[in-house]
Every structure is written in structure tokens, then in C-alpha cells.
């Protein structure tokens, strides 16, 4: 898979990049969204545990090392719910 | 009033031992069953089915499954099914079951589902092969879950699947993928059967609540959504008759 260069359109390499985290098995998340800024990468989304999360940052790291990441992705909650909800 | 827990999408590692377990200890206070939306591991793998099998099994509540995409993703879902199985966790996939619960008798049916999009903006069958696959898998699953939810002599008759029956429960996620997360003909099956409540996962960025053009409730369970281990529904008797 080829590094970001000077042609590739942001979109193109959101895509890719979105790509890589849903079929890289160390992370098969198909649900983080990548957003690119210039030299910028934005994730969003949620991912079940924090070290989930970080390997959303080492994939992407291993596939643009010069890439600055930020990594808003959200860990899911694993609590106890409130109160139930009565359909009537 | 019967009391259905629910949760989907878990998408359980192999690193996940005790993730949801202490959340699920006092489980019969909350629930007379618990109900699973599919992705609950993340690969599909028989080590992962392990760690589903050891979070669910022994809860002192009923639990019934359906599977999601990414446990289909390495081909090994009649291993997952068989692991599952062994541990008490009964997985539905065009089937169903009548549980009794406090002198009612409630009704599960299960599918996985998939997707094509919702009415007017949605695959359809003709084209190359491919796309006929597509949605012909779109319609055999469906027409299953139909088959399924009539067959049920209950009460209360509750319809499970991973995949979307409707669009309302996709607000959050962008329109561009909602034929990739659901499909109407699962809202279809849910209408035609008298069917008190629809569950679903699959769409981490969707929202929880939503209605069938029948007017049947569906609550879409991912735990991205719910923000906790499970949640829970109280379902007054309802209008499914046998």
C-alpha cells in the first residue's frame, strides 16, 4: 500500500486510510472515521477498549511514519445500565 | 412485564477476558433474558467464540444470539455456533424460541440480516450476478425472519438480527452507507408478524430508537450506542398472538 504523496487528493487518502483500519486484522475497525487536513489526520468514532484505540495509531503509523494522528476515537462504556426503558 | 436485556456489538478479542463480565454479575436483577445483536468477536475466530462463550455463559438468565458480519469473517461460523452453543448461548439464525417468563411466553426470532438499502433508495435485484447475490441474500434472510416470527406461538413476539430494519435507528451514521447497514425488507418481515419489538446492531454511530412503517418499535442495541454493557427494555404483554 503506497504512502501519502504530493498528488494523492485528501480524499483519495482518507479512503485508503480508512481502508487500511478496517482490513488491517490488528484493528478490523470498519466503523472509525478518518478525516485528512493537510499533514493532518483526524479518527473519530468508538472502539471497545484503549488498547484498541492505540492500535489504530500504530497501523497508521506503520503505513505514513510522518503522519500526525490525532486520535479522538471514543472507548465504548461497559457499565451497568440505568433504568430500563417500558414499552408500552 | 417482561424485562429484555440487550447488547450488540462487543466485538470481542482474544485480549477480552472479563470486559463485560463484572457489569453482567447481577444480571437477573436487571433482566429475565439477555439478548445478543451479533459482532461479538472481532475476527470471527474460534479463540474469540472462547472469550464470548466465557463473558456470557452461566449468567442465571437465558441468552440468545445472533451472529454479525465480523463473525463471519473467517469462515468459521459453525465452529463459533457449536462454541457458543456448548456454553448455553443459543444462536438463532432463521429460527426461533418461546421462552416462559413470569406466566408469559415470549418469543424470539433471530437472523443476522444485511443490507440493500431502504425503500426508494435501496439495490435491487437484476444486473450481474453480484448484485442479484447481493440482494437475493438480502431476500432469503429476510423471508426467513419472516417464516421464523410467524411461527412463534407467544405473547410477546421480539425479532433479533444485526443488520438495520429500518433507517431511523441509522441517524448518526452517513447516509452514503446506510444500504450497507440494513435493509427494509427486515422492516417488512417485522410488520407482517405481529412483532412487538425489533432489536439490531451494527451501526456504531446510529442512534437507539426507532419505528417500523407498522408502528412496531426498534431499538438499535450496539454498544456503542447504549454507552454500557447492556440495556434494558420492559415489554408489557403484548399484542402477538399465536
Redesign the interface.
Known sequence: MPGPDDTEAPQYRAARLRRALAED?RT?EL?V?VTVRGEHVYLS?????R??KEELDHVLHEKEPGTRVHNDV?V???????E????? | ?I?IAAVGD????E??HG??RP?LE?LPQ?ADVLLLAGDLT??GTEEEARVVAAEFRDLGVPVLAVLGN?DY?CDEVSALTQILTDAGIQVLEGDGVVLPVGGLRLGVAGVKGFGGGFAGKCGSNFGEPEMKAFVGHTIEIADKLRSALDSLSCDTRVALMHYAPVPQTLHGEPPEIYPFLGAYQLGEAVDATGT??ALHGHA??GSERGVTPGGV?VRNVA??V???????????AGTGED
Open positions: 486484522t478490523a466503523g472515521q468514532g468508538s472502539v471497545p477498549s488498547q484498541r471514543r465504548v462504556e461497559a457499565g451497568e445500565p440505568g430500563p426503558e417500558v414499552i408500552e | 412485564m424485562r462487543v466485538h470481542l478479542g485480549d477480552a470486559r463485560l457489569a447481577r436487571h472481532r475476527h465480523h469473517h412487538d419489538l456504531h454511530m418499535r454498544q456503542p447504549i454507552r454500557s454493557a447492556f440495556t434494558v427494555y420492559g415489554l408489557e
